[in-house]
């Protein structure tokens, strides 16, 4: 009981300092992120690479979180988590296509698109684009760590991924994702690392990186040990910006507590680059 109360004390105190004010918001469902003629041909395309949207009605320039759902790149479906609602940011929930319908890396090529959208079109809206995050759980943590680290997925819509504020995965895959492992027919239990792994692409110039997890006891199949690898790895490749946070006594389905860290991330940043503009 005192192991718990420890834990849980300092979430608490997380969530009470990370709650801003509520503030207006307006939401849109069904975006389609994919604007060229080709790809809207596919009906899966069609069906699966929409977003919805809800962003605050009551200021200018504020942060977006781009939220990708997990599932295995098997399933799931797209949400705005309440816990990021209300919050004076915009919230931005994508699906993408899922294997077996696809392959690797299709999602990753969805889950690109989908950011490119948000840097081309959140100002029209009073959002800020340098303070663009990718965050997502499981699956989605591991689309938005890949979209970060490897530059290829952005590049082919004119944005470099150093463009984007902070990334805040949630208990996503470092290693090659356990469904594109499958689908070459390779274990679970068996790790691999290549150019499809977030580990692959280890530099220091990458965007502030936040890893989130559950208790490294109950997490799937050594989530946490990953994450501290590719923490290690980024750290020892000169990355100044990379950190982890392990959420004793929760398991894989840790978002919930886990939100408040990444609203409080948000603002650490977005405060840090006001301080840098002109004139501040």
């Not at 004010?21 to 060229?36: F, L, N, R, V």
């Not at 596919?42 to 977003?51: A, G, K, Q, T, W």
């Not at 303070?131 to 591991?142: Q, T």
Request: net charge negative.
């Amino acid at each position: 009981m005192n192991r718990f109360l420890r834990i849980l004390f300092p979430v608490l105190l997380i969530a009470v300092e990370a709650a801003p004010q509520p503030s207006a918001e307006k939401m849109i469902a069904g975006i389609s992120y994919y604007t060229d003629g080709k790809a809207m041909a596919d009906p899966y395309v069609r069906e699966r690479c929409v977003m919805d949207f809800s962003y605050p009605t009551d200021r200018q320039g504020f942060a977006t979180i781009i939220w990708f759902h997990g599932g295995g790149l098997t399933g799931g479906e797209k949400f705005l988590p309440e816990e990021l609602r209300g919050r004076g940011v915009a919230v931005i929930a994508p699906n993408y296509r899922l294997y077996p319908k696809v392959k690797a890396p299709e999602y990753l090529r969805d889950a690109a698109a989908a950011i490119a959208w948000v840097f081309n079109h959140i100002s029209e809206y009073g959002g800020d684009p340098s303070l663009i995050f990718v965050s997502g759980h499981s699956a989605g943590g591991y689309l938005a760590t890949m979209t970060a680290l490897d530059k290829i997925w952005l590049a082919p819509h004119g944005i470099d991924a150093d463009q984007i504020a902070g990334v805040i995965p949630f208990s996503g895959h470092t290693i090659t994702h356990m469904t594109v492992r499958e689908e070459r027919g390779i274990p679970s239990t068996r790790p691999v690392i290549d150019s499809l792994a977030p580990l692959y692409h280890v530099r220091p110039d990458a965007p502030p990186l936040l890893l989130i997890t559950g208790d490294r006891e109950l997490e799937m199949l050594g989530r946490y040990e990953e994450n501290a690898y590719l923490m290690r790895m980024m750290k020892v490749a000169g990355h100044k910006e990379t950190h982890l946070l392990e959420l004793d006594g929760y398991d894989h389905g840790m978002a919930q507590p886990a939100f408040p860290l990444l609203l409080k991330e948000v603002r650490r940043i977005t405060d840090l680059k006001k301080q840098t503009l002109p004139g501040t």
